[in-house]
């Protein structure tokens, strides 16, 4: 099982960007698809998630109205398209995966996930 992620990079305050995550090697038609961000000396923190079928989703407070967690099932990619992006948004990114019964978890703690990508640097410039 392998998540990829990719597409962060350097983007001024205001602007826009998009990170995705490919997943191979597994099924994904009943995998909850999750987004999380982490900064230096902080704790890896949730931003978003999304039941794959089905395509519930569900946002942090910081960025509800920001940001937009969607997927593309042909693709078994998740994306996190981030709008009106913010300096404070600035951290690594890392898409999470797992099997588990969307109904029978918060899905926004690491450990509910199984399966991890490497994380994609944003950096937001003021």
């Known amino acids: 099982v392998q998540l990829q992620a990719c597409g962060g990079g350097l983007v001024q305050a205001g602007g826009s960007l998009r990170v995705s995550c490919t997943a191979s090697g597994i099924t994904v038609s009943d995998l909850v698809m999750g987004w999380f961000r982490q900064v230096p000396g902080k704790e890896r923190e949730f931003v978003a998630h999304?039941?794959?079928?089905?395509?519930?989703?569900y946002y942090v407070d910081s960025v509800k109205g920001r940001f937009t967690i969607s997927r593309d099932n042909a693709k078994n990619t998740v994306y996190l398209q981030m709008k009106s992006l913010k300096p404070e948004d600035t951290a690594v990114y890392y898409c999470?995966?797992?099997?588990?019964?969307?109904?029978?978890?918060?899905?926004?703690?690491?450990?509910?996930?199984?399966?991890w990508g490497q994380g994609t640097q944003v950096t937001v410039s003021s």
């Open positions: 999470a995966g797992d099997r588990g019964s969307y109904d029978l978890g918060s899905w926004v703690q690491t450990y509910e996930y199984a399966y």
């Open positions: 999304i039941r794959w079928s089905g395509g519930r989703t």
